[in-house]
């Protein structure tokens, strides 16, 4: 039958990510269509969430561009499949992708990936190192931009493969501020300190500068030195992930703004519902286009407004004026303004964009949508090959 098929899904770490929870997502709706479902990565906190009685996992070093890690794990991956006769191969991150490219080479299986990145390339030899992204019997795109990145860049590679677009897909239980309790939420404002009847403003995102940390700070100047608003608290959540220097140079961004009282830095969440349930609105600030734009949505189904930079995925999870707002890219007093705009709404006026936001949601970026889209293809290249 063709539902009974087998996949194993490959990605370097299983962690918090937006690829990494549409692996996991994945992982189990497989099994529960009846088929058999794999996994392999180097480890991750995610990975004490899955279920083993429906998904077998193993552990190897396919986080590694290390050549010969590379090949040693083609080895190992090539014994998996045909030990557990798997059908499908699908991988989620270049250098594990060679691996399970190599791997159904060898034991010819088909080959899938998701395209989650524009992945940079500034020579030849990087654009190469892409291209295995695009060298699948199915290409996934996250997102219509990521779908024009790959037509533009790697045409050449998929000429005689299947490119298509599969909206990443969140879970909308998860994310539900129904599900969430005052107890959560008590207890969130009193650890990050938030003070009571002030207007929160959520920067979810680790610090890089691509995602606009600096230029949010510079808007929030501009938001009480022209509009005189100060009646607000900030929130920057988010890692360093190392970046020490650049996590120094925004508090002293924020020293020299004389911001202190009005930013604070949060460097994890454990539950980013109950973050976004206590914001009054959510910015994603990116310099650079978002593939996606996971807390866009995430923010949406929370019923939050979004206000979100007018480039990449997030153009097509929000609809402006209605379910959020997009602003001119790298532009503060624009996002200066729309903030302004934001806190000058009525609660009526704000409900109505939350509810915007949800509907928006369900009708197009559920997890539950998102994974049967994939089972689907899956079946069909099956059915292609038998």
């Known amino acids: 039958m063709l539902s009974k098929i087998k996949v194993l899904q490959v990605i370097p770490k299983l962690g918090y990510g937006g690829a990494e929870t549409g692996c996991y997502d994945l992982a189990h709706y497989l099994h529960e269509k009846d088929c058999k479902s794999f996994l392999i990565t180097s480890g991750g906190e995610l990975l004490k969430y899955i279920d083993k009685e429906k998904v077998k996992v ?74 295995v992204m695009a060298r699948a019997k199915l290409v996934i795109a996250g997102s219509n931009f990521i779908f024009n990145h790959v037509s533009q860049n790697y045409q050449k590679y998929i000429i005689k493969n299947k490119l298509l677009v599969i909206f990443r897909g969140i879970n909308l239980d998860y994310f539900n501020k129904k599900n969430i309790s005052e107890k959560n939420k008590n207890k969130i404002i009193k650890d990050w300190g938030v003070e009571p009847n002030k207007f929160l403003i959520l920067l979810p995102g680790r610090l890089t500068k691509w995602k606009g940390q600096e230029m949010f700070i510079e808007s929030l100047n501009i938001l009480t030195q022209d509009y005189n608003k100060t009646n607000f608290q900030a929130i920057i959540l988010g890692s360093n992930q190392g970046r020490n220097v650049y996590l120094k140079k925004l508090y002293g961004l924020v020293e020299r703004y004389r911001l202190n009282n009005l930013i604070k830095f949060i460097d994890h969440c454990r539950s980013m519902p109950v973050a976004y349930s206590i914001s009054n609105v959510v910015v994603s600030s990116s ?58 709404l009525n609660e009526e006026a704000l409900y109505s964009i939350g509810n915007e936001g949800r509907k928006n949601v369900m009708k197009k970026f559920d997890v539950e949508k998102m994974c049967y889209s994939t089972f689907t293809e899956y079946q069909k290249l099956i059915k292609s090959n038998a």
């Not at 929370?302 to 153009?315: C, F, L, N, R």
């Open 287 to 344: 310099i650079e286009p978002e593939a996606f734009g996971r807390v866009s949505v995430e923010a949406q189904a929370m019923e939050k407004p979004i206000v979100a930079s007018d480039i990449g995925g997030s153009k097509e999870t929000i609809i402006n004026g209605k379910s959020g707002f997009l602003f001119k890219s790298g532009d503060p007093r624009e996002l200066a303004k729309v903030l302004n705009n934001i806190m000058e």
């Open 58 to 131: 193993f552990n190897l070093p396919v986080h590694s561009k290390n050549p010969f890690l590379i090949i040693l794990n083609t080895v190992l991956i090539s014994i998996i499949v045909i030990f557990y006769n798997i059908d499908i191969i699908h991988a989620r991150s270049r250098a594990p992708a060679w691996s399970c490219l190599l791997s159904c080479l060898l034991t010819r299986r088909m080959f899938v990936t998701t395209f989650h990145g524009t992945y940079n390339f500034k020579n030849l030899t990087k654009k190469f190192y892409n291209s």
